[in-house]
């Protein structure tokens, strides 16, 4: 009861509130991301993650789009994950929050070299439109490094990471991330990341960056 009554506190500081109207944002622009996960632990290997993202721009003053994610992954062994999932998006646009659906798959090769730990997430999503948008077929492959050392008795491990994101329509590398942040024990079973990203967009053949502080946290049954 104590655990569960600590857990629903961490969620209730890092809750979002509602947002305003969005839009496209300047070169520069400073946001806030904040995500909340659940993941159910089911038969051996098997898990069943959910999650939910809030995401601010305009100087973290405007909510402008949301997601909610939710599948079935399975650990081959302990250097592969792979999953399939759905992921219902809303983005702001003119006032009013557009619709996308996103099914995607996973694999995940994980490795360990001196204490550092490797993980090279491959995903493969299909995303689709309600409006006149041609669908989109997009991959992404993200490399992350967690350092081997830990800090003080809530295990503070510092990462790094970067993401590459392509249109297969074409073959157009499109948006680059890179992340650099901590993860924290926070209570049994209830696990927190603060970061970091630096997220670069190129449309219409110019780039767009925005600085992001993301928060996360993931609680386990």
């Known amino acids: 009861m104590q655990r569960k ?12 509130v509602a947002g305003l109207e969005a839009h496209a944002y300047e070169d520069g622009d400073f946001q806030v991301w904040h995500t909340e996960e659940q993941e159910f632990n089911l038969s051996k290997g098997w898990k069943m ?8 721009g305009g100087n973290a003053g405007e909510l402008y789009y ?5 599948g079935l992954a399975y650990d081959v062994n302990r250097n592969l994950t792979v999953g399939a999932f759905y992921r219902q998006i809303y983005e702001g646009e003119n006032g009013k929050f557009k619709p996308e659906y996103q099914p995607h798959i996973d694999a995940t090769p994980k490795w360990e070299i001196y204490g550092f730990r ?7 999503d299909y995303k689709l439109y309600d409006d006149r948008r041609e669908d989109k077929l997009q991959y992404r492959n993200r490399i992350l490094m967690r350092l081997p050392w830990k800090f003080t008795s809530f295990n503070i491990q510092p990462y790094a990471s970067n993401e590459v994101f392509f249109w297969l329509n074409g073959a157009v590398f499109r948006r680059d991330r ?4 901590v993860s924290i024990d926070l209570v049994k079973h209830l696990k927190g990341e603060v970061y970091y990203r630096l997220q ?8 767009t960056d925005y600085n992001i502080l993301g928060m996360k946290l993931k609680v386990s049954f």
């Open 118 to 124: 490797f993980e090279n997430r491959n995903r493969l």
């Open 5 to 16: 009554r600590i857990a629903l506190i961490a969620m209730a500081i890092f809750l979002p």
């Open 66 to 70: 949301h997601h909610y994610d939710a």
């Open 200 to 207: 670069s967009t190129k449309k219409s053949g110019r780039w």
């Open 49 to 56: 993650p959910v999650q939910e993202e809030f995401r601010y």
């Open 178 to 181: 890179f992340d650099a942040g």
